[in-house]
């Protein structure tokens, strides 16, 4: 399985801190937090990659290259000044997979382990949801019985790691495009399958969630 690491956000939250560099590359235990992604997914057994990059992008290249030092294969998808969103940013690079592929954000932080993701899809897409951090307490999701729905309670958090059938997106035109809304709607059509993880994860998106992983030594 190939996979594809979200990077492309411009971390107006981590201002200052992303006023100079991209949030991906700011340092949870003494390494980016891209590069935790890209181990721990190289761990699993995945070894090409691709990864979106828009404003200060060139810092994420610098920083990774082709991947060689890593182990691994990295391409980039690079959009510019105008970042397409997560779903944009997805179709963009679409060409680059012909199979179920994973999806994960380069911000979290977190000890998912990925080879507890299925190897097969039963419909379009596999959300991993944890349980709701204090700024999201109201969740995204209901989880029944490996079945991701839309309504209901108690509802669960995405987190941001995913499987997607390259159909979920191919009718879909290019250009700047959310994610969440095209979840919805196929969670509504009974085609998302899911599994909670309980373990630690963290959405590194302030400063102070930033200083707490650090600080939990996770």
């Known amino acids: 399985m190939k996979a594809m690491i979200l990077a492309a956000g411009r971390g107006e939250r981590m201002r200052p801190l992303t006023d100079t560099i991209p949030k991906p590359l700011l340092e949870v235990n003494g390494l980016?937090?891209?590069e935790h992604q890209l181990l721990a997914l190289k761990k699993s057994g995945i070894n090409e990659f691709i990864i979106n990059i828009a404003i200060m992008g060139n810092q994420i290249q610098q920083k990774l290259n082709d991947g060689t030092d890593y182990g691994v294969t990295i391409h980039y998808s690079d959009e510019g000044d105008s970042p397409l969103e997560t779903a944009g940013g997805i179709i963009q690079a679409l060409d680059f997979f012909q199979e179920p592929f994973l999806v994960t954000n380069a911000d979290i932080y977190t000890h998912f382990d990925y080879k507890t993701l299925p190897t097969s899809l039963s419909g379009l897409a596999h959300l991993v949801l944890v349980d709701n951090p204090p700024h999201h307490p109201q969740g995204d999701f209901v989880l029944n019985d490996g079945q991701v729905l839309s309504s209901g309670e108690p509802k669960l958090t995405f987190s941001?790691?995913?499987?997607?059938?390259?159909?979920?997106?191919?009718?879909?035109?290019?250009?700047?495009?959310?994610?969440?809304?095209?979840?919805?709607?196929?969670?509504?059509?009974?085609?998302?399958?899911?599994q909670h993880f309980k373990g630690y994860w963290n959405d590194v998106g302030t400063p102070a969630r930033l200083q707490k992983v650090n600080a939990d030594k996770a």
Do not use: M, Q, T, W
Not at 162 to 182: D, N, Q, V
């Open 32 to 34: 980016s937090l891209i």
């Open 160 to 194: 941001g790691i995913s499987i997607y059938h390259p159909a979920f997106f191919e009718s879909l035109a290019k250009g700047e495009r959310p994610l969440a809304p095209l979840l919805f709607a196929a969670a509504d059509k009974n085609v998302v399958s899911g």
